[in-house]
């Protein structure tokens, strides 16, 4: 078909009656096609007859009693008694019955407590040597410890504890008995808490906010230094001088009638007694300088101002920080069974 036929018939007023009719059955397919259906209702079911009185029912009688309200959420309700009196609204709530299995093993924990596991960030504000095995460690506690809202061991609290040499790691290392002191002014300045705890290394930059690969490692990181710089030195020219000695005698060579081997045995003559002598001499000398370096040749110095962790190793109660504590604690090295007696 041509379309401007087309469009002539459309336009004619016969083509546009047909287009009315047509958008009209458009229009109706749309709505009766997408509206939601209607509600159906439901049959009603039959009514059930009533129970003749020669059927079996069960019946309840009302002996006068008073009515037991059970407690909890039901006694909430507004029960009725026999009468169809219903209890007043301002009627007192019947409380609950709460029972509790108490346990004698069970540890009592005061209020203020913190977790087993907390890190207590601390500085030394003294230098720790390992020259002595039992060099102090005095710091404080830089940040405030909190539990569940509660502050459970405030900033400026010392801290003491003792070292242990750790030179496998170029170390110092703790010991497990810690204490902790108040110095504060309110009640619990002077206040004693022991603890179980190890000391851990901290490496923490505190302008870019990031902590090192060393962080939270075992002892105090410190600088190695040496008693005698020139240790070593005198250890390998003694040892040389020692070799050289020994290779200046005069030997001559012996074979072994039996195996035939060769040997090199000095000869008895005064020059080389005296190499002998010097020779044993220098060995002495280089093994005393090398137990010297083995024994005391170098140490590690923490110096103040360390930062390092405390990681205590127990349930921290504020109600065992008292006064003179460290009197009465058990862990003091006198009243352990391995101390030393003097």
């Not at 007859?49 to 959420?73: H, K, L, M, W, Y």
Request: some cysteine; hydrophobic content about 35%.
């Amino acid at each position: 078909m041509d379309p401007r036929k087309f469009l002539d018939a459309c336009q004619s007023k016969t083509g546009k009656i047909v287009i009315f009719i047509l958008l009209i059955g458009i229009g109706c397919v749309l709505y009766y096609g997408f509206a939601p259906p209607g509600k159906t209702t439901k049959p009603e079911l039959p009514a059930k007859p009533q129970a003749g009185p020669e059927q079996n029912q069960p019946t309840s009688q009302d002996r006068g009693g008073s009515r037991f309200v059970i407690p909890g959420v039901l006694s909430l309700r507004s029960p009725s008694n026999g009468s169809g009196k219903s209890t007043p609204a301002n009627a007192p709530v019947v409380l609950p019955i709460t029972l509790y299995n108490s346990d004698d093993n069970e540890p009592e924990v005061s209020e203020d407590y913190a977790p087993y596991g907390r890190l207590i960030p601390c500085e030394t504000i003294i230098t720790i040597d390992s020259g002595r095995i039992e060099t102090p460690i005095i710091g404080f506690v830089t940040e405030d410890v909190f539990h569940d809202g509660k502050l459970i061991i405030p900033a400026g609290a010392e801290v003491h504890g003792k070292a242990q040499v750790d030179r496998s790691r170029e170390r110092i290392a703790s010991e497990d008995n810690w204490f902790i002191v108040w110095r504060t002014t309110d009640r619990m300045n002077g206040a004693e808490l022991p603890l179980h705890g190890v000391a851990l290394d901290m490496d923490r930059d505190y302008r870019t906010g990031t902590w090192a690969l060393t962080d939270g490692s075992a002892g105090l990181r410190g600088d190695i230094l040496k008693t005698d710089n020139w240790a070593e030195i005198k250890l390998f020219a003694s040892t040389f001088l020692s070799a050289a000695a020994t290779g200046l005698q005069q030997t001559q060579n012996v074979s072994s009638p039996v195996t035939g081997a060769t040997q090199q045995i000095p000869l008895a003559t005064p020059q080389n007694a005296a190499l002998q002598g010097t020779s044993a001499v220098l060995n002495q000398y280089a093994q005393q300088i090398a137990d010297s370096i083995k024994r005391d040749g170098f140490y590690v110095r923490v110096p103040a101002g360390k930062q390092f962790y405390l990681y205590v190793e127990q349930t921290i109660d504020l109600e065992k920080a008292k006064q003179g504590e460290s009197i009465l604690s058990p862990e003091k090295p006198e009243n352990k069974p391995n101390a030393a007696q003097p």
